[in-house]
């Protein structure tokens, strides 16, 4: 399977608890996106990696999340400290150009759970 | 001001027949491209088709098309011959030339009748 992958699929956890998600991107696209996706939403951009910077973040990723990809391949997605707010559906994508004609492909997404 | 707006929460079907799921979107760049995605209850992404902001021709991808009217910002998806296995949350979104994310509707859960 050469798409988009996401570890682990489903996760619960506890209030206070930290976790963490891993995305593999294609493995030609050299960027990476992360996307929380709420029930009865759609997909709200977090963060974007071009090679192994990030270029952007949005106002939803506070300090308590964290994205890392450490050498422009795979990446991390950290939260800290969860809280129930943060139960939802993180999607991973990737792409390999800036051309806005260029569409990202997603994973099959981390559902959280917090309790 | 919502960049991509989609009306429909929800849509109906006849197995066979055509449907179209609307979406505007609001932009001041020149350039940008629009974009649809179907979601299953499984939760992935599905990338459906794409139209660029100066094509000319309206795409079409199998039974998908995107009816693109620039006037009027709308960028609808129509989809031909429904099947049960179009039944699905539908994502119109819109990436900007200026920009890197991608903005999403709030979708358009579609239900295809036998």
């Known amino acids: 399977d050469t798409g988009v992958s996401q570890d682990p699929r489903h996760k619960i956890t506890k209030r206070g608890q930290n976790v963490t998600f891993r995305c593999d991107p294609i493995?030609?696209?050299?960027?990476l996106y992360w996307y929380r996706q709420t029930l009865g939403q759609g997909p709200e951009f977090l963060t974007y990696f071009q090679n192994e910077a990030q270029l952007e973040k949005s106002r939803l990723l506070s300090d308590r999340f964290s994205a890392e990809r450490p050498k422009g391949s795979f990446s991390t997605l950290e939260i800290q400290r969860t809280e129930q707010g943060d139960s939802a559906m993180y999607l991973c994508a990737s792409s390999f150009d800036a051309n806005s004609g260029n569409t990202i492909y997603f994973g099959e997404g981390s559902w959280l759970t917090v309790v | 001001a919502q960049k991509i707006t989609q009306t429909q929460p929800g849509m109906f079907v006849q197995e066979k027949e055509a449907v179209t799921l609307d979406c505007t979107y609001d932009?001041?760049?020149?350039?940008?491209?629009l974009f649809w995605y179907k979601q299953p209850s499984s939760g992935e992404m599905i990338f459906l088709i794409y139209q660029g902001s100066y094509d000319e021709q309206n795409a079409t991808e199998g039974r998908y098309s995107l009816n693109f009217q620039k006037a009027r910002k709308s960028a609808n998806l129509v989809i031909s011959a429904s099947q049960l296995g179009d039944s699905a949350m539908y994502f119109c979104?819109?990436?900007?030339?200026?920009?890197?994310?991608?903005?999403f509707g709030t979708g358009t859960s579609l239900t295809v009748i036998p």
């Open positions: 493995s030609e696209h050299n960027r």
């Open positions: 979104a819109m990436r900007e030339r200026t920009g890197n994310q991608f903005y």
């Open positions: 932009t001041s760049d020149q350039s940008y491209g």
